[in-house]
């Protein structure tokens, strides 16, 4: 039927969508309400109440029938209104998943809805402010990083079928015709009211508890055979209240502290391969609840809020249409094997792009400048906000965020940001000594080059054998040898022409007569200049990177590039980072690799005064950072506890069983030693002399001791750890390298579980604790341990 009651009593015109309500319940005959409902209602999604409840009331009064059935009959339940709960759509494992905001987020959404004009749109802030709802669009957008939009849902019916894990809800328009169509099944207490939507959707309302949806059958699965699976209806309920949907608590309002984490190889950071977005997230959600559970009393104090994770992504950047890199790569990639090449390009050559002296820059460029923004926009959006910064880095990244920091400066952000712009990273074409150094970064050398009368020229004479006399250190003079024979080479192209090869050749100038295969780079004609900056970048681009080797040191405290690192500009961050964890991390073996051999025990970042090397034991990628520091002696790593407190069983058991091995071979060592002494007699003179007053049986009885105490040294490791290990100040004198404890299924097979543990930081909690104890440390809030 398309036509339906008019508020005259007439005939109304038609207006989508209708949906047909049929009464199944077969009332008798001399019910009252028969004679004024019809067999067939028909409900717009905007019927009044007072329409409903003016039916009602043309029971006749005169009727002493109808008083003795009301009489009778229990009065009907009456109605209140469904409590609405806003969902948001999240697309994982190629389907869309229905998730609720917290309480509080959704009371400000229903709040903005209602006190918002019907024009005007109205942003809400929600998810610690990570996001924002723009309540008119019904759209969810990401703050910090990019995401596309996210379709958000004021929901109050929901359905669930039998191969459904969570509850659904309906469209709006479609909750509202089910939500009209149940006030009046309860306002009239009539019930088994059969619902038929345009789209073949069928709804019967059996009662309050039991309502069912019925699909058409031109919508069941075409796979589907037997007729009862395509009629299998889906449960329909009303109210959040009524589904089993987990609503989070929602987050506490004051930030305590920011941490910055940076991604490593690739696009995908866990062994699910998901985003560096999706994995921050889960280690946000794993710090609440550790916060919850290890600071209750803190946040009951007010003490306690929470610590802000925010993603920085840099490998959208370096594979983007910006470099083309890609591009160039696929060009020369073999077809075979093409997804494992595929993987290999997107994953594996970040390394090799690190250690170039071009994708280098991209990298650290793009890093500082999102770790700067993202902060900028924290800081806009949180004004409030006075606590310390922190940022983390896992793999790569770690590594990343080491040159970063060791070639910070300690004067004000904003000035070292404006010197790091204005800086040429190329101090080739430099025309003055002082103006060379400076660029170097190597002004404190200067007064001893001018004290023996040596200008930019007569400089270039030297060898390492004068520079040495002159008492310069091997650092700036490997960096001086290296800038006198590029600025040599760029001398000779100038006076002459150099010849390129064919792939190199710069582009020919319509202007220039030149021959297409050699390029003249003293011609001052206009296409010079392009010709000369072709040039400079083919030479920065193809000459081998100038790494310097060193014994001990690892930057410069002149504010130069550190020392075994890629000559390029690295930039300066808009603050200083309390402290720096590292997740994974090769930073070891590539301060190895580029020739470092000790790191000075008094070294610490210039603006960044704690560092945590954080690692699982089975991780293939990670390096020690602590016996490049204290090479001389042994150290065990510090051992992370359970979250849960004390260690696995499993370390347990196993430390048990190798400390009974260890007592039950020095026994038998020691009644073996007796025993052998006591059957061959040895020389006196053999003999080590035996002092005063001692026996040959107290000198065997002592040197069996000593085999017991050197046995059992090993077995100490826990004790030696507990000791206050002096390893140098780049964690302020405390432990630097700290080792997780690996599952008992890993400690099956270390190989089987190799690639997992090194994914496996983002899901951690024992890593997520670690960070929560050293930041509420520094803000004087104890750490309490659950009980179990």
Known sequence: MSEGLGPEGGLSQPAPPTITVQDLSHRPAHTPLDRITPAHTLLDGNTPVEQVSGVVDETSPSSTSSFELVDMEPAPPLYQPVQPHWFYCRHADSKDVWLPFSRKD???????????????????????????????????????????????????????????????????????????????????????????????????????????????????????????????????????????????????????????????????????????????????????????????????????GRVEFLPVNWHSALHGDATGVDEDIQRITLPSISRLRHF?????????????????????????????????????????????????????????????????????????????????????TCDALEQALCRMGLQEHLATLQSVDLDLD?????????????????????????????????????????????????????????????????????????????????????????YEYFDVGIGQTNGGIAKGQVSINYPQLAFHPQTFFAFGSPIGMFLTVRGLKRID??????????????????????????????????????????HKGRKRMHLELKESLTRMSTDLKNNVLGSFRTAWQSLVRMPVAALPPVEDGETTAERSLQETEGVHEEAESPGSGEEEEGRQVKVGMLNGGRRIDYVLQEA?????????????????????????????????????????QPQQ
């Open 106 to 304: 959704s009371e400000r959404l229903e709040q903005a809805l209602s006190t918002g004009g019907e024009e005007e749109e109205v942003v809400v802030a929600v998810e610690g402010e990570r996001y924002d709802v723009r309540v008119r669009e019904r759209q969810r957008y990401a703050v910090y990083w990019e995401q596309g939009p996210s379709e958000v849902r004021r929901c109050t019916w929901f359905y669930k079928g039998d191969k459904d894990a969570r509850y659904m809800p309906y469209p709006e328009e479609f909750s509202t015709n089910l939500e009209d169509a149940y006030m009046i099944a309860v306002t009239l207490d009539e019930w088994k009211r059969k619902l038929e939507f345009p789209s073949g959707e069928t709804v019967i309302l059996h009662n309050p508890k039991l309502i069912m949806q019925y699909q058409p059958i031109a919508l069941q699965d075409e796979w589907v055979s037997s007729p009862s699976e395509q009629t299998r209806p889906r449960t329909v309920k009303r109210g959040v209240d009524n589904i089993t949907a987990e609503i989070p608590d929602g987050e506490p309002e004051t930030i305590d502290h920011l941490v910055f984490m940076v991604h490593g190889i690739g696009p995908a950071c866990d062994i699910r391969f998901r985003s560096i977005i999706q994995c921050v997230n889960d280690f946000r959600s794993a710090s609440l609840s550790l916060l919850g559970s290890h600071y209750r009393r803190g946040q009951e104090e007010g003490r306690v």
């Open 458 to 546: 007569s400089l270039a004479l030297c060898d390492e054998t004068d520079l040495t006399e002159l008492g310069i250190p091997l650092g700036p003079r490997k960096k001086i040898l290296s800038f006198i024979r590029k600025r040599h080479f760029l001398q000779e192209g100038r006076q002459g022409t150099v010849l390129l090869a064919p792939g190199l050749q710069a582009p020919p100038d319509p202007s220039d007569d030149a021959p297409s295969s050699t390029v003249s780079l003293g011609n001052q004609s206009p296409g010079a200049s392009a010709r000369r900056q072709q040039f400079l970048r083919v030479q920065s681009i193809t000459s081998a990177v100038d």
């Open 744 to 784: 008992p299924i890993e400690s099956f097979n270390e190989y089987l579980f190799a690639i997992q543990s090194h994914l496996c930081y983002w899901e951690s909690e024992d890593t997520a604790l670690l960070l929560l104890k050293e930041i509420y440390d520094k803000l004087g809030v104890a750490f309490e």
């Open 344 to 428: 290999t390009n997107d994953t594996l050559l970040d390394l090799f792009f690190y250690n170039s002296p071009t994708y280098c820059q991209t990298i650290v460029d793009t890093v500082a400048s999102e770790v700067n923004k993202l902060h900028s926009l924290f800081k806009h959006r949180h004004p409030e906000f006075t606590g310390a910064v922190s940022v983390v880095g896992h793999s790569l990244g770690s590594l990343i965020l080491f040159d970063l920091l060791t070639n910070q400066k300690t004067g004000s952000g904003e000035a070292d940001r404006d010197e790091g712009r204005n800086r040429d990273p190329c101090p080739l």
């Open 601 to 642: 025990p008094n070294y610490t970042f210039p603006t960044c005064k704690h560092f945590y090397n954080i690692y699982h034991p089975f991780d293939p990628v990670a390096y020690r950072i602590e016996p490049m520091i204290v090479s001389e002696s042994d150290l065990e790593p510090m051992l992370i506890p359970h």
